[in-house]
């Protein structure tokens, strides 16, 4: 395991800016959250590697802009529409291929009472993109959402039964809290196929922290993911507003990096 970041916890504060003040609080481990879609442009996407080779820091994911976007573009029921949504997300794949990342962040459908397509529909979109996905070496990973159907740890419990290993998760703690899920219930949900996770914390009444700031037990957290076989990366996400000043990041690293050593 490793401590890492996601740039959006700085946004809107532009990635170029981003990074390296993320690099001078000494991470060297990143989510990339893509804004928009000038910043999918090679040019714009080598520079933002160049950053982080010349500081010894990986880029462990992408996060596309598109995630709210994905029930019309890629879980869709018009067939044509559905299809050139996977031929945008190679956009993505591209862009992680240029910056050594493993993993695709996908939110996927809203939990619509109006969709049209059933869920086993949803798991056999869902393949289709990380079949794609893995013929970029990219693992496509369904992330649990607040509002969208992979927020129920049922559902993603039906989703890795059915799809056996061509499916993989990350857990985010904000969002089964916002949720009104227990994340622990998520992550027993999501089991051996979680390959990344955000961590955060909450408390009563707020459920966006930064690790350490609330009453999150991590301890029993890390002993989950454990039982799960999870070694993978632990990727501080919160947002800009639920911090003040820049070196309180430190202090979550320090906290995370408790969990990890």
Do not use: W
């Amino acid at each position: 395991m490793r401590s890492g970041i996601s740039t959006a916890c700085l946004y809107p504060m532009e990635l170029e800016q981003a990074l390296p003040a993320l690099i001078a609080l000494d991470f060297h481990l990143f989510e990339v959250f893509i804004n928009t879609i000038s910043e999918l442009r090679p040019k714009y996407i080598k520079e933002l590697k160049r950053m982080a080779d010349d500081s010894g820091s990986i880029v462990k994911s992408v996060h596309p802009f598109t995630s709210g976007f994905e029930s019309f573009l890629l879980f869709s029921d018009y067939q044509r529409r559905s299809d050139d949504g996977l031929e945008f997300y190679k956009r993505y794949f591209h862009a992680a291929n240029l910056l050594g990342a493993e993993i695709l962040v996908l939110h996927g459908q809203r939990n619509d009472k109006r969709s049209r397509i059933t869920e086993q529909e949803y798991f056999e979109h869902y393949a289709r993109l990380y079949a794609l996905g893995k013929t970029f070496g990219v693992t496509v990973a369904q992330e649990n959402v607040n509002l969208f159907r992979s927020n129920e740890p049922g559902f993603l419990l039906r989703m890795r039964e059915y799809l056996n290993e061509d499916c993989a998760f990350v857990l985010d703690v904000k969002q089964a809290v916002r949720g009104g899920e227990d994340p622990f219930r998520v992550c027993a949900a999501m089991g051996e196929r979680l390959v990344h996770v955000h961590i955060n914390d909450n408390k009563p009444g707020e459920d966006c922290l930064l690790p350490g700031s609330g009453t999150m037990d991590f301890d029993a957290l890390k002993q989950l993911m454990r039982k799960s076989g999870y070694n993978g990366d632990l990727v501080i996400e919160v947002y800009r507003r639920n911090f003040g000043k820049l070196d309180e990041l430190t202090g979550a690293k320090k906290v995370v990096d408790g969990l990890i050593y």
